[in-house]
Nanobody, 125 residues
């Protein structure tokens, strides 16, 4: 497992942008598939985006075209660029990791075995 620390959350107006970062510990970051999930108050945790070891990306329909996931293996960091934010994007955003093969990163949260503490994103209307 790796230790994950998210940052970059905050308060933004609708239509604005934020970039979340997730820094991972350990020398084997490149072997991990990485995912972003979010949990709004009173709701279940939902898949947002994922990126595989070989940079294959996947997005929830609700964020496709607005959010971009990327990774920098030299910095042991995965990013989530969020543009055109909407009030319904308000949630706690979590970064997750799982040591993986070269396939597509999973969408199911139970497939991941390392989680960050979360970072709050609030989008005002």
């Amino acid at each position: 497992q790796v230790q994950l620390v998210e940052s970059g959350g905050g308060l933004v107006q609708a239509g604005g942008s934020l970039r979340l970062s997730c820094a991972a510990s350990g020398p084997t970051f490149s072997r991990y598939a990485m995912g972003w999930f979010r949990q709004a108050p009173g709701k279940e945790r939902d898949f947002v985006a994922a990126i595989s070891r070989v940079y294959i990306t996947d997005y929830a329909d609700s964020v496709k075209g607005r959010f971009t996931i990327s990774r920098d293996n030299a910095k042991n960091t995965v990013y989530l660029q969020m543009n055109s934010l909407k009030p319904e994007d308000t949630a706690v955003y979590y970064c997750a990791a799982v040591m993986a093969t070269y396939g597509v990163a999973p969408r199911e949260d139970h497939e991941y075995d390392s989680w960050g503490q979360g970072t709050h994103v609030t989008v005002s209307s």
